[in-house]
Nanobody, 119 residues
Framework: QVQLVESGGGLVQPGGSLRLSCTAS????????MGWYRQVPGQERELVAV???????NYADSAKGRFTISRDNAKNTVYLQMNSLKPEDTAVYYC?????????????WGQGTQVTVSS
């Protein structure tokens, strides 16, 4: 009922920037927190940044000072501005959204977008 579509990934050189976007569509009654996670093959998926419906944000230590998460509630879209990218930022980035449908909380994931930082 809810789909998440990410965009904005790609190949960049160290020190470069990317802006990821994720738009939720479908049966959205109450879009709660949205966030970005990333995963490297063989490793666990880790939180990069999260933003609540009220705009409260939280970042992984590795992202602080370099990444900025924001959202446009009217568009059901969350963004991740990534600056000063490092090779260790290379991963598949997944959009996550918590959606309250009636009184039930659902957790949705996008298909992921590849971010590769390499010279």
């Amino acid at each position: 009922q809810v789909q998440l579509v990410e965009s904005g990934g790609g190949l960049v050189q160290p020190g470069g920037s990317l802006r990821l976007s994720c738009t939720a569509s479908g049966s959205i009654y109450n879009l709660n927190a949205m966030g970005w996670y990333r995963q490297v093959p063989g490793q666990e998926r880790e939180l990069v940044a999260v933003i609540t419906s009220n705009g409260r944000t939280n970042y992984a230590d590795s992202a602080k000072g370099r990444f900025t998460i924001s959202r446009d509630n009217a568009k059901n879209t969350v963004y991740l501005q990534m600056n000063s990218l490092k090779p260790e930022d290379t991963a598949v980035y997944y959009c996550n959204a918590e959606v309250i449908q009636d009184v039930i909380m659902y957790d949705y994931w996008g298909q992921g977008t590849q971010v590769t930082v390499s010279s």
